[in-house]
């Protein structure tokens, strides 16, 4: 069984486990054709450099796979390479899989814990997750539903507007700020808001404003928690009042 599993890769020797770690020694079968630079078919190998890379955790293991990479010297311009690497990212020194792994982790559980699993580190899982949701972000085009809820919650002490569909229990956008310019401005994008049928939002005024001018003949209610809070807040000043009394 080849433990590794890697197209094009082979493992060299038996598998260890060192400091926690499952190390795997493997090399890459497909040698290069010719010169990157000046696509020279004669070539001759110029000794071999072992390059660490993670890869994705095998059992819940992290995994150090340490490649034996070839290099090369071109036998016309005279310039050394290393042998390309099939289902590597260079930039992170991680399979594709590895990273692969990390993006979808990232989106379920905390920077430092999906590093401590990979065996990387937080830095490194915090800029794939960045890419990964900046790439993501590009391509997301948000639909008004037919039954809006406008919501806040506070991150990092500031409160930022939360936009959700209420019809599938499933958030639309976080916007940085719940100002009425920041939430007009998002609204603002949607020529066509025929759709929307009803909203739901708290008693933030600024919430109520926008509802009536961009949803005008709409219904609008608030959740039932912003009644009982404001109920329970006018029963109690009316219970201090007549104790006084």
Request: glycine fraction near 6%; include cysteine; aromatic fraction near 8%.
């Amino acid at each position: 069984m080849d433990i590794l599993d890697l197209e094009d890769w082979e493992v060299v020797g038996k598998p260890a486990m060192e400091e926690g770690e499952l190390v795997i020694k493997a090399r890459y079968t497909v040698q290069p054709q010719s010169c990157p630079a000046c696509f020279h078919p004669e070539l001759y190998r110029y000794g071999v450099a072992n390059v660490t890379l993670r890869d994705s955790p095998i059992r819940g293991t992290p995994v150090r796979l340490v490649a034996a990479v070839q290099r090369f010297k071109c036998k016309d311009c005279d310039i050394t390479f290393k042998q390309p690497l099939k289902g590597v990212v260079d930039g992170w020194r991680m399979t594709e899989r590895c990273a692969h792994f990390i993006k979808h982790q990232a989106m379920m559980d905390t920077f430092v814990r999906v590093a401590d699993h990979v065996g990387c580190d937080e830095k490194t899982v915090r800029g794939i997750a960045a890419e990964h949701i900046a790439w993501a972000d590009n391509g997301y085009l948000p639909q008004l539903p037919e039954w809006l809820g406008i919501d806040e919650t506070q991150i990092q002490g500031k409160m930022r507007c939360v936009i959700t569909n209420i019809g599938i229990h499933k958030p639309i956008e976080m916007l940085e700020s719940r100002d009425k310019k920041t939430v007009g401005d998002w609204l603002r994008r949607f020529d066509d808001r025929s759709m929307v049928k009803g909203i739901a939002i708290d008693m933030w005024r600024p919430y109520r404003d926008l509802a009536h001018e961009f949803f005008s003949g709409v219904p609008v209610v608030f959740d039932k928690f912003q009644v009982v809070r404001m109920a329970n807040y006018c029963m109690g000043r009316v219970r201090v009042r007549l104790g006084k009394t």
